[in-house]
């Protein structure tokens, strides 16, 4: 905080936590006024509380000759004002608490919902530079931290300033000299608290950084878990485990006794403030060394004294939450300001009729030209690349000048060795990244001109990673298309050959998938994913080593499954196995982003080249 | 305490040392504080003479006294608190790692059968955050736990001390408060779980969306999952309001129950006072007040200990769920038998995952491998081929029928026994984070360089290692071994393979990131250097296993034929059409 670029941070960052609770703000300074009050009421209560004690003593001393009756007449108005005081208190606390943990909830549901939608829409390099631990922290720890400062923190805040302010104004009006004792104690409360929250954090760090690494080892180990036992690595395993865990120990053990020391500390230097001012009390009571002061004043002075460390306490402990919230709601915001992907593509693709089989009559392009009139043009699936040039990192061109066509019917097909670009190629043609240059086209619009969601809806990817969802099979084959209903996913299963391993599951169609389909193969996986491109309606078919993990009896299968949906449709494929693609139109050989060679198999075997190389196995893919 | 309910305390055991001071630490510096009222009200009473005239004189040497006994605790209550807090950390810290100790090597023990059941992400969990989680709530527990009742106790005894009258007070309120605050935890718990099951939710929600941002994207699903989260979204909403604004309650029910104790005691005791000219009552006042404080806090105390188990007890059942799991593979680990050859029989065997399945995974499997031989498993995906030869090696046991390795039942073996001897090199290698040769001294620690070299050559990674890794044997290898390529990592898992020397070595998919001059050179090693190992190889290509032996075809579980390519070629249908597809290009 010495950093006042940081400190003006952190009140902005404050700023944009607070504009959430705009459309309530009534509400909040409702929340604020009672929790003001709620302290106002806990400090008068106390206040008065030894005022009728006083009250008792002075008939006792027979001061001004009062008569039982009216004593007693005294206490029950005493009691009458306390009770209405207290009443109001305990109204006001369960106000405040109760209304900021609904406007809290409110706020929150908003905060989730724009990261959420941010998180659609970032640019997919967003998410090759950020890990999803990162991302996934925004939703988990930084949003904790949230609920934390704005439920306990934000309205509590003003309840313990209005207790410091409060107690301390109470404890100069009963007396000024002893309240200095108070003082002098409150300030060595407070620079060990701040002092111990930087030592604190220190080791806290140490702590985090210790867990990290025990989990690291862990995290190896039970991946590896089936290799440690084949290989009887049991032991040696263990003990790289056992000295990892035995630091996490160390550092974590330091971190929460170094929290800890908080709590006796604090403690003691209040019954320290006590006892001293307990003392000191009495010696001016009979002596009367710091002016006037009665036997109630003393009771009162003594309460106020035993309670003046905890406000302070608790306001420091508040305004920690808050701090720690900033740093979290600073990641966040950083993220909701993140710049989103570009769409500025006027071109549509529309229905033009629902029950037309053949997509070229069901859809289309509305291309608004630049006079105003307005085109529909027939969906096809014609792609070109005209000399695009890529790169992810500035001067590290990935594709040096590619240009090819794909045109409804035919089947394209890219081999290379990994890094040569051939998934860059597909990437580009979703608009995943933007061409640095040339040009790319879809039924001779540029992809630029296109929506976003238009082309990615006229484009069927499978890559190699199928993605599946906490759902039944069923619906993660649906997920593609919303509106499919069982009979058609069945029948997509059966093209694609998923329909036996599907059946022969545990609850057929409606087992249930866990963390992203752990208990399925890999190939079962691959399957899945082809289902949902067989599905899928789009006249644009992408294979991105969509087989991989298929054995080549059963890939052939899917293929002449698949040979109808694929006769109308431009097909493009990338594989590491060239009995994939060996029935392509063209084949394209990428190496170090240029395309080496294209043709045909059996051109390209006549070349003898690169081609002809792998086919014959003189060189290995890497 | 017998292991049915799932106790702590094992794993407190190492260190109860800690424990008990810690315990006794923080008993003694609570009884210390706890003394304070009580100690105010002798200096108040006693230290003070009421003069007739209305003002007061005081004893100076008692007062004194008195304070300096306060001082003196104070301090103490200090030391004594320091030391509790350094004690409980070295205890609970000290479980946690006990916990996780015995949980690794708990897991290490599982069976294949134990690790599908878990899923490797969810044992991750209940390793790390999950036993952070458990022993950050044993650290802050600890204190309030043992406070709470001892306070309260010992607050009520000196209150009816003090005077029984105005312990009336607390005989209510406690009682009340006490019902209230269970009450509302009662109230609360199910609510928390609740909202611990939806945040789980919308997290694993968000990761989902996450992980499949290219799929998601690639079919324009942005509004799809926005719609999704947001229903898990405001379910989390409208949870997280009721649970939270029950425990709002706590705070007013507790500022509630400590005024109406205030208000009660003025009432009472000045009445008392009044009524009956009873002085000394109205000294007492002012030293219940602060006994008002204590008590009720103590209770407030307890009620949020309840609310901090409540939010752990997810990840200890989560925990415990390890601990109980049964590895039903018995070792038979005394046994001496030594496996003397590397010959394999399967006697009518048949397996399956799950006991309630219906169809068996393999069926009715018979085949016997001479020692030394080489075979290969050829299928389709899905057709079980791994499963077949996990059962080898006992990751699975199988129910029914009979494996026997050099005749004897595997059974008969050690776990130890039976892997040393069984070498196998797994479909996804797997590398682990140290050097090249760290990770090939998995296969033997105590392999010479030779060993290791002789090992390379045989498995064709000799040449790569030395030229084209930056450090040779001693480059570092990163988590997953992403900084070699697949090929390069099938190797070395070969070459780890073969430094157990094993009397069979398998060989599961390794060869498919290999360009065929060198799996024709490696295969080519394997026979002429080891002639005596019984070699196990499992593909998809065709070519790589057309010299073996023989050849296992796997259909569905079933063995569909055995022989040596040139039989299977006129006798197996299945083998001819692979043979087929994967030929053909070449014949042309």
């Known amino acids: 905080m010495k950093n006042p670029k940081h400190a003006a941070n952190i009140s902005k960052t404050l700023g944009r936590v607070l504009s959430y609770f705009k459309p309530y703000w009534f509400l909040l300074v409702l929340v604020i006024l009672t929790a003001i009050g709620t302290a106002l009421s806990n400090i008068f209560g106390t206040f008065f509380a030894g005022q009728v004690t006083d009250h008792i003593l002075a008939y006792f001393n027979q001061e001004n000759n009062i008569i039982k009756e009216v004593a007693l007449d005294t206490l029950h108005h005493d009691i009458i004002l306390i009770v209405s005081l207290y009443a109001g208190g305990v109204f006001c606390a369960l106000f405040h608490n109760e209304l900021m ?51 306990d923190s934000l309205a509590n805040i003003f309840v313990s300033a209005t207790n410091m302010v409060g107690t301390i104004v109470c404890l100069f009006i009963i007396n000024v000299p002893l309240t200095m004792i108070v003082i002098f104690f409150i300030i060595v409360m407070l620079v060990f608290l701040f002092v111990n929250a930087k030592i604190n954090r220190k080791y806290f760090v140490q702590q985090q950084k210790a867990l990290a690494d025990v989990n690291a080892v862990v995290e190896e180990d039970i991946a590896g878990v089936k290799v440690i036992k084949a290989f009887n690595h049991e032991e040696q395993s263990f003990e790289k485990f056992e000295k990892a865990n035995i630091d996490w120990r160390k550092a974590a053990t330091n971190s929460f006794f170094r929290t800890q020391v908080t709590t006796p500390f604090f403690v003691s230097i209040s019954y320290l403030n006590f006892s001293i001012s307990a003392v000191a009390g009495v010696t001016a009571l009979c002596t009367g060394w710091a002016g006037a002061l009665t036997f109630g004043g003393l009771q009162s002075y003594l309460v106020f004294c035993r309670n003046a460390c905890q406000p302070f306490n608790y306001f420091t402990l508040h305004l920690n939450n808050i701090l ?112 640095d240059s040339g040009s790319i086209t879809y039924d001779d619009i540029s992809i630029y001109d296109i929506k976003l969601e238009s082309l990615r809806r006229a484009l069927s990817m499978v890559t190699q990673d199928t993605h599946l969802f906490t759902e039944s099979i069923e619906d993660n084959i649906r997920y593609v298309r919303r509106h499919s209903t069982s009979d058609e996913i069945k029948t ?79 097909v493009m494929v990338i594989a590491h196995r060239l009995s994939t693609i060996r029935d392509a139109d063209e084949i394209m050989v990428l190496d170090h982003g240029t395309i080496i060679e294209r043709g045909t198999q059996d051109e390209l075997l006549a070349l003898k080249g690169s081609y002809y190389d792998l086919y014959t196995g003189k060189v290995e893919l890497a | 305490m017998k292991q049915k309910r799932f106790s702590l305390w094992p794993y407190i055991r190492p260190y109860k040392a800690k424990f008990f001071i810690a315990c006794i630490c923080i008993v003694v510096e609570n009884a210390l504080e706890i003394s304070l009222p009580f100690l105010m009200d002798i200096l108040l009473t006693k230290g003070m003479v009421h003069q007739n005239d209305g003002s007061y004189t005081y004893d100076a040497g008692f007062v004194f006294m008195m304070g300096g006994i306060m001082i003196g605790f104070a301090i103490s209550a200090f030391f004594l608190g320091l030391a509790s807090a350094k004690f409980t950390a070295k205890a609970g810290r000290g479980m946690g790692f006990e916990l996780r100790k015995q949980e690794y090597q708990k897991i290490q023990n599982f069976s294949f059968k134990n690790l599908d059941h878990f899923r490797l992400n969810s044992l991750m969990t209940r390793m790390t955050n999950d036993v952070q989680i458990i022993s950050d709530t044993f650290c802050s527990v600890l204190r309030p736990l043992l406070r709470a009742p001892f306070q309260l106790v010992f607050a ?125 009552m109205a000294n007492h006042i002012a030293s219940f007040l602060s006994y008002t404080n204590q008590t009720l806090a103590s209770l407030i105390m307890l009620s949020n200990v309840f609310m901090m188990f409540t939010r752990s007890s997810a990840s200890l059942a989560r925990v415990k769920e390890v601990f109980e799991s049964e590895n039903e593979i018995k070792d038979n680990k005394d046994s001496t038998l030594e496996v003397e050859n590397g010959s394999v029989e399967f006697k009518d065997v048949s397996f399956k995952y799950n006991e309630n399945a219906e169809e068996y995974v393999l069926k009715d499997i018979n085949f016997t491998i001479p020692s030394g031989h080489f075979v290969g498993i050829l299928g389709e995906t899905g057709s079980s081929k791994s499963t077949l030869i996990y059962l080898m090696e006992r990751f699975y046991d199988i129910k029914e029928g009979e494996i026997l390795i050099a005749n004897h039942d595997i059974k008969e073996y050690s776990l130890h026994e039976l892997r040393e001897q069984i070498s196998i090199s797994f479909q996804a ?41 930056d450090h040779g044997f001693d480059t570092m290898i990163s988590q997953g071994g992403n900084n070699v390529s697949g090929g390069q990592r099938q190797r070395l898992c070969i070459a780890r393979a073969l430094l157990k020397k094993p009397k069979i070595l398998i060989l599961d998919d390794s060869f498919s990131a290999l360009d065929r001059i060198t ?34 075809v796997l259909d569905n579980g079933h063995i569909s034929n055995i022989g040596n390519s040139e039989f299977l070629k006129e006798h197996d249908h299945i083998y001819q059409d692979i043979y087929k597809i994967q030929t053909e290009g070449l014949a042309q």
Not at chain 2, 524 to 534: A, I
Not at chain 2, 538 to 543: C, E, F, L, P, R
Request: aromatic share 8%; hydrophobic share 40%; with cysteine.
């Open chain 1, 101 to 151: 943990v609904f406007l809290t909830q409110k706020v929150l549901f908003q905060l989730r919902t724009e990261l959420m939608g941010k998180m659609q829409e970032l640019p997919i390099s967003y998410f090759d530079t950020h890990t999803h631990g990162a991302i996934m922290t925004l939703f988990t720890n930084d949003i904790d931290a949230l609920v934390n400062a704005l439920n």
């Open chain 1, 324 to 435: 720690a919230m900033t740093a979290g709601a600073e990641r966040i915001f950083a993220f909701l300001d993140e710049k989103a992907e570009v769409d500025e593509g006027k071109v549509e693709l529309i229905k033009l009729d629902e029950n037309d089989n053949d997509f070229t009559h069901r859809y289309g392009w509305r291309i608004i030209h630049e006079d105003g009139s307005e085109e529909i043009r027939p969906l096809r699936g014609v792609i070109q690349f005209k000399n695009v040039h890529f790169s992810y990192v500035k001067g590290h061109e990935v594709l040096k000048g590619i240009t090819f066509e794909a045109h409804p019917g035919k089947k394209v097909a890219f081999v290379g060795s990994t890094g040569a670009g051939k998934t860059t190629i597909i990437s580009l043609l979703a608009r995943f990244y933007p061409i």
């Open chain 1, 492 to 570: 997509a299963a059966e093209k694609s050959h998923a329909d036996s391993f599907i059946r022969r599951s545990p609850q057929g169609y409606q087992t249930m998938l866990y963390d992203d389909g752990s208990n399925l193969s890999e190939g079962q996986r691959q399957l899945l994913g082809l289902t949902r491109a067989t599905l899928n309606q789009p006249p644009v078919m992408i294979l991105d080593e969509a087989t991989s993990n298929i054995d080549t009896r059963s890939e052939l299968l899917i293929q002449q499954g698949l040979n109808d949906l694929m006769k109308e449709r431009t």
């Open chain 2, 156 to 280: 009520i005894t000196f209150a009816f001390i003090i005077s029984s009258q105005l312990s009336i007070v607390f005989a209510i309120v406690v009682p009340t408060l006490a019902i209230l605050l269970i009450l509302i935890v009662m109230l609360t718990r199910p609510q928390f779980y609740k909202l611990q099951a939806s945040l789980d939710r919308i997290n694993r929600t968000t990761n989902e969306s996450l992980t499949a941002m290219k799929l998601i994207r690639a079919n324009a699903k942005r509004d799809y999952e926005i719609e999704k989260f947001t229903t898990v979204n405001s379910e989390v909403k409208s949870i997280g309001q009721k649970a939270l604004a029950l425990l709002a309650t706590n705070m007013g029910i507790m500022n509630m129950m400590t005024y109406v104790c205030i208000v009660g005691i003025l009432l009472i005791g000045g009445r008392y006072a009044l009524r009956y000219d009873d002085a000394n």
């Open chain 2, 429 to 469: 290698p797997r590398l682990f984070t140290g050097t090249v040769r760290e990770n090939l001294l998995w296969g033997n620690p105590d392999a010479t360089q030779e060993e290791i070299e002789t090992a390379c050559k045989i498995a064709c990674c000799y040449d790569f290692i030395v030229n084209s890794l």
């Open chain 2, 519 to 552: 799996e024709g050179q490696l295969k080519k090693n394997l026979k002429n250097y080891l002639p005596e190992m019984t070699k196990i190889v499992i593909s998809q290509k065709v070519s790589t296993i057309a010299d073996a032996d023989n050849i296992i």
